[in-house]
């Protein structure tokens, strides 16, 4: 079956490193992809693994194994705003015209503390 | 570049009526673009692909009658639901892709209240 497993709510002090865990288990790959969602917003797109290793783009890293079905969300130097839901998201093969469609996890809800 | 525009953001309608979304690409052109649907503290759930100039390819559960798409240029693609109640109620929000890795941009998203 089709999984994207990550957890519901993790809480770090401003300044500090969060890490965010995502295993999925899904029937094809093409990419995983991660979205930053503040409530009643749209996501907003924050990274893109389709190899293994890691991705950096300032503050924020991500990282993947294709063999473990593994990726991470890495938060240097929180701020405030950094409080948000942060999505992990499987993109299925491509299909026809189509590039795939995406498959999202609950969400982690990232709580910023002062 | 790759800015995706949806409006209304909030519309408030009664049982009975059809409401009409709207997303477009403003700086790009995209074939495809995707329609999904987000309960208070739940992830997206896609609902259909929406490819230009044919028919939508709507996910398992999403009744088509219902939910029409329309993606009648390559950058405008329009969601309708149709005699709307209040189950429907809901936070619609379409993406568009773009570029080489082909990522997903998504709209400000639109939020349904069906009296």
């Known amino acids: 079956g089709q999984n994207i497993d990550q957890p519901t709510e993790m809480t770090a002090t401003e300044g500090a490193i969060v890490q965010i865990n995502c295993t999925y288990q899904t029937s094809g790959f093409n990419g995983l992809f991660w979205y930053q969602q503040h409530a009643g917003e749209a996501p907003t797109f924050l990274s893109y693994n389709v190899l293994d290793g890691l991705e950096e783009k300032g503050r924020f890293s991500s990282f993947l194994s294709r063999s473990k079905g593994y990726s991470y969300l890495l938060l240097k130097e929180l701020q405030m705003k950094d409080s948000a839901s942060y999505l992990c998201a499987v993109r299925s093969p491509p299909e026809g015209d189509s590039w795939g469609k995406l498959q999202f996890g609950a969400g982690t809800q990232v709580v910023v503390t002062p | 570049g790759a800015v995706v525009s949806q409006h209304p953001s909030w519309v408030i309608c009664k049982s009975g009526t059809s409401v009409k979304i709207e997303c477009r690409s403003l700086?790009?052109?995209?074939?495809?673009m995707f329609w999904y649907r987000q309960f208070p503290k739940q992830s997206l759930m896609l609902m259909a692909t929406s490819n230009e100039g044919s028919k939508a390819t709507y996910e398992q559960g999403v009744e088509k009658d219902k939910f029409l798409i329309n993606h009648a240029s390559l950058t405008l693609s329009t969601l309708t639901v149709t005699s709307a109640h209040p189950e429907d109620s809901s936070f619609y929000i379409c993406s568009a892709s773009y570029g080489v890795k082909n990522i997903q941009y998504f709209g400000a998203g639109t939020r349904l209240s069906v009296l």
């Open positions: 700086d790009f052109q995209a074939t495809t």
